[in-house]
């Protein structure tokens, strides 16, 4: 049983009114000197167990009455079969509201929201007092989402959820048709009852069926589960029929390492999502607030055009980067963001491993020239962001290890104990370590003190090498993590030639390396890894199997090599960078070190608020945890960081919602509803009240119990009257 | 002075601010019985004594249809008495007649329905006593036809104040056996007493061949036992006491208090006896005619 105002029951203890006030009046009695005693003795004597029980009687009526005034006051409302005895059936009618970023979409002047809330409104006003509801809503944040509570109805309609629906705006989230539903699971399965729900969507295809337009596995059982808690669910259409709109797909940079005075540019996909031709849409691109170029273009229907938008950053920092279109009937996919982190330059750390007399050159020879020169030109632009500095071997101790951001060990022989401990701290800092394996390499040395049974930095026991001097028995790599950042450009570029360098010397992993981390492997019989990824501390390792020159493959002289380090460093130089463009919602943490620590952080949103951030100590003791809790807005958020000394410097992140939420792709309610049998279409009608209620469902005992208090008011007037009329008859 | 404003100043509550019981009886009597035609306390006689023409109210045995036939006239015949009337009055003052829910106790009231009898009867060259009782007899004045005995009457029935219960019975023997000659004997008494031993007394002055005539005082409050909160009631004349709620035990105390009287109504109604009942709320002339017109009837 449920109240519809439980805190009216607080007032059961008027209850004990009439007992009280009998209790009172018969310790407030008066005094009075009385002659016929002999009659007032015999009267009570005579009458005095019949006039008891009448008392007992009228008091019980009495509190009986006030008890359930209150009770009935409070609108219990019960669950039971009996129902149809109890009193009038009532109707369990809930809305599910889809609040997502499509819904902002306008349809004539009012978006698809405000037509589904009125929609809902006159749903909800329809039903009678006494029938319950409830409002469940996807697609907002949670601290946005209304908490999902069976509701009375009013003589107002449910006057709570009435004002929630005032309250609903879009969203810049994707509708999660399996979420809501299954918090309508739970509603129906904890309430009780026949409940019907009502989803007013646009019923966006992308939300509800697969690319290839089937069922989605979590929404069919979520639908199941609702079914078997005995609930309808009726779909109402209610997106634009016609959309027209454009959508700023994707903002990203060319390159995911950007460095100042290093050209660069920005590449903007634009997708016409409506069936017409639109002409003129006038794209902007924009740095830091300032429009630095803009481009109108025609774009047909159902087609996607890119464009790029070349810039060269002259200053190292975090750069806010936007790209817009001109507002259309859906202005939440108009405009994307990026947090470009600039660097001034990437320091690059080459440890050659010494002289290969039959190539006359150095191990890191054709490194170096792959990773380009970072001098600035005459034009004022350099070519490349890495500023490479080769040290032999011999100097692995002495050299700098604070500066460079990667480090390379290109062909190292020995690798003592201390030198391993330097690239651990490296590690620990955050560093990006590439090694190359080779001839030289002293596998035993590595495996002491690098792999360390497994403990140690280096991903694999290094076994001994694998060479055909005689080239002539060579190995091909194939890609085992295409998506991977290192690999994700080469693998749609065959054209590079990754495919085409041929491998005749190799070391393989005497250890078994985990398959998670092996980025790349030989067409060997065996597999081998030879790319092979590993996190250390806050670092990361790259093993390649083979040589950074043309000692054990031809993987120098083909295009492939220069493409493979320009991916390659930059994952080594951003791979904990990488998530400052976040998804909607996705929290963002970063480590500070003591030298960062800031008194004052600030977040300033995009909408222009300041919200102050904490640090909290790391478990090493050494730095701090800075945690930003997800935002559900877009845009570029700013970290200020501010000293004591009144000093202040920057960090940002970017926030963007799914470009699809754009699609406006519908899917039709008939063919969901064929495609997931247990839903209901209706179409663009309210016409679930007019369904005939079936059997079980929930009562309200408003009108029972109240006629039962009037019955008890009545019962009580009539015996009193009747026990007076007994009394003068002197029954 | 109008039949209303002798009404007014003719109850209770008026005649409670006189403080004179012989004022109080002149008023009443003078100021509302005398216009009676006739005493009620007329002795029965067959001596023609002379005509008077007839006048609405009187007993149309009494008209002389002889005379009518020849006069076209209606005269009524009048009788000389032939013996005095000898009225012994004999008032409950037990602590029971202390009663009072307005101006008047009981016992005033009774007191005053006396003292108006007594000057009544005097009046009329009759002669009338008195007994003022509890359990025991308190005080008398013997029977006199004197007009100056009226001072005597007065001061007995006002002497004694109720402090002690009733014992009728015992009373109503004493008085029997002093009374030598036949009289009227006039109780006035709430009847709060074992009504058999009452009863009894009473039908033993009846075989004594006296006539009685009982008036019966009761408050207002007894008769219709209109309170409403929750009451302590104190018995008077050594009852307990009794916590009740009137509004719930009245419809069961009145239907007790008219089973009481009507059994003592039939009682008296079997043995001779006169009864009226003297609500102490209605005003003394219209129990006192009612009184004597009841008495008139039972003489004719």
């Known amino acids: ?731 | 002075m109008s039949s209303e404003e002798s009404k007014r100043l003719l109850d209770p509550a008026s005649l409670a601010k006189v403080s004179g019981l012989i004022v109080r009886a002149r008023m009443i009597v003078e100021g509302s019985i005398t216009g009676l035609h006739r005493s009620p306390f007329h002795g029965s006689s067959v001596e023609f004594a002379e005509h008077r023409e007839y006048v609405p109210g009187d007993d149309i045995r009494h008209v002389d249809w002889k005379v009518f036939g020849r006069s076209d006239r209606y005269y009524i015949k009048q009788y000389e008495e032939e013996t005095n009337l000898r009225v012994q009055l004999v008032l409950d003052a037990s602590e029971s007649m202390t009663y009072s829910s307005g101006a008047m106790s009981k016992l005033d009231y009774a007191r005053t329905l006396a003292a108006s009898l007594a000057y009544l009867i005097l009046g009329q060259q009759d002669a009338v006593g008195a007994i003022v009782f509890d359990d025991k007899i308190r005080a008398e004045a013997p029977i006199s036809q004197s007009r100056s005995h009226l001072q005597d009457l007065v001061r007995v029935l006002a002497q004694q104040s109720g402090q002690d219960a009733t014992d009728i019975g015992e009373v109503l023997e004493r008085v029997s056996d002093r009374l030598k000659r036949r009289c009227l004997i006039v109780l006035l008494t709430d009847l709060f007493d074992d009504q058999d031993r009452l009863v009894h007394g009473l039908r033993q002055l009846r075989h004594a061949g006296h006539d009685v005539l009982v008036l019966h005082i009761m408050d207002p409050d007894e008769l219709n036992f209109p309170f409403t909160r929750m009451t302590l009631f104190e018995g008077l004349e050594d009852h307990p006491e009794q916590l009740a709620d009137p509004e719930a035990v009245r419809e069961a105390y009145l239907v007790e208090i008219r089973e009481f009287m009507r059994s003592l109504r039939k009682d008296f109604r079997n043995s001779g006896i006169q009864y009226q009942l003297a609500d102490c709320s209605r005003s003394f002339d219209q129990v006192l005619r009612e009184a004597l017109v009841r008495r008139a009837g039972s003489t004719r």
Not at chain 1, 419 to 440: A, D, H, N, P, Y
Request: hydrophobic share 40%; proline share 6%; charged share 25%.
């Open chain 1, 1 to 731: 049983m449920t109240f519809a105002t439980p805190a009216l029951l607080g007032f059961l203890s008027l209850g004990l009114i009439p007992i009280v006030i009998y209790l009172i009046n018969r310790q407030r009695y008066r005094r009075r000197p009385w002659a016929a005693m002999e009659f007032l003795l015999r009267a009570m004597k005579r009458h005095q167990r019949r006039l008891r029980l009448e008392n007992l009687l009228l008091l019980l009526l009495r509190t009986l009455a006030i008890l359930l005034f209150v009770f009935a006051m409070a609108r219990p409302t019960i669950t039971t079969d009996a129902l149809p005895v109890l009193g009038r059936q009532i109707r369990q009618e809930a809305v599910i509201i889809d609040a997502s970023a499509s819904t902002a979409a306008r349809k004539t002047s009012r978006t698809t929201l405000e037509q589904a809330r009125d929609q809902v409104r006159q749903l909800l006003l329809g039903l009678e007092p006494g029938d319950r509801t409830a409002m469940l809503v996807g697609g907002l944040p949670p601290a946005e989402t209304p908490v999902v509570r069976a509701e009375l109805v009013g003589d107002a309609g449910p006057p709570e959820i009435l004002g929630d629906l005032e309250q609903l705006s879009s969203s810049w989230l994707s509708f999660e048709p399996e979420v809501v539903i299954s918090e309508a699971v739970a509603l129906a399965t904890g309430e009780g009852g026949a409940w019907t729900f009502h989803l007013f969507s646009d019923m966006q295809r992308a939300d509800w069926l697969t690319e290839d337009g089937s069922q989605i596995p979590a929404i069919r059982e979520a639908l199941e589960r609702l079914e078997a808690a005995g609930a309808d669910l009726v779909l109402h259409f209610v997106g634009p029929e016609r959309p027209r709109n454009v959508t700023l797909s994707s903002l990203r940079p060319s390159t995911g390492l950007i460095s100042a005075d290093v050209p660069i540019s920005f590449q903007v996909s634009i997708e016409n999502r409506g069936t017409e031709t639109v002409p003129g849409i006038e794209v902007e691109f924009l740095i830091d607030g300032a429009v630095q170029g803009s481009r109108r273009i025609v774009v047909d229907g159902g087609e996607s055009r890119s464009l790029s938008f070349p810039h060269i950053f002259r200053m190292p920092g975090v750069a806010r980067v936007e790209a817009r279109l001109r507002s259309d009937d859906l202005d939440r996919d108009d405009a994307r963001w990026f947090a470009a982190e600039v660097l001034e330059a990437v320091d690059v750390l080459v440890i050659d491993g010494g002289w290969d007399p039959v190539e006359e050159s150095s191990e890191s020879d054709w490194l170096v020239a792959a990773l380009g020169d970072d001098a600035v030109g005459p034009t004022g632009v350099r070519l490349s962001p890495y500023r490479v500095e080769v040290v032999p071997e011999d100097r692995f101790l002495s050299a700098d290890f604070q500066s460079p951001r990667v480090i390379v060990l290109a062909d190292v022989s020995t690798l003592g104990e201390a030198e391993s401990e330097k690239i651990e701290e490296f590690l620990q800092r955050g560093g990006g370590v590439m090694i190359f394996t080779g001839s030289r390499m002293s596998a035993e040395t590595w495996k002491r003190n690098g792999w360390r049974n497994g403990e140690g930095w280096f991903p694999w026991e290094p076994g001994p090498a694998i060479v055909d001097p005689r080239r002539q028995i060579f190995y091909h790599w194939q890609i085992d993590s295409p998506e991977h950042p290192v690999l994700s450009y080469l693998s749609g570029f065959p054209e590079a030639g990754l495919g085409d360098v041929a491998i005749h010397g190799f070391r393989r992993p005497l250890s078994k390396v985990d398959e998670a981390d092996v980025l790349m492997s030989l067409d060997d019989f065996e597999a081998t890894p030879v790319l092979v990824q590993k996190s250390h501390g806050q670092g990361i390792v790259l093993v390649m199997g083979t040589g950074a020159d043309r000692e054990w493959s031809n993987f120098p002289i083909t295009p492939a090599y220069v493409c493979f380090l320009h991916e390659s460093l930059p994952w080594l130089v951003m791979h904990d960078g990488g998530g400052r463009n976040l998804a909607l919602g996705q929290p963002w943490s970063r480590k500070i070190s003591s030298e960062e620590y800031a008194p004052r952080i600030n977040l300033l949103t995009p909408e222009g608020g300041a919200v102050p951030l904490a640090l909290s100590e790391s478990e090493d003791g050494m730095s701090f945890d800075l945690m930003v809790p997800g935002r559900w807005s877009p845009g570029v958020y700013e970290l200020r960081f501010e000293e004591d000394t009144g000093e202040t410097r920057s960090d940002a992140f970017s926030v963007n919602g799914r470009a699809s939420e754009g699609a406006l792709v519908f899917v039709d309610p008939e063919e969901l509803a064929t495609m997931y049998p247990s839903v209901m279409h209706r179409d663009d009608e309210i016409s679930g009240l007019d369904q005939e209620l079936s059997g079980i469902g929930s009562g309200d005992l408003w009108y029972p119990v109240f006629s039962t208090v009037l019955l008890l008011l009545i019962a009580e007037t009539g015996l009193a009257s009747f026990f007076g009329r007994a009394r003068r008859r002197g029954e």
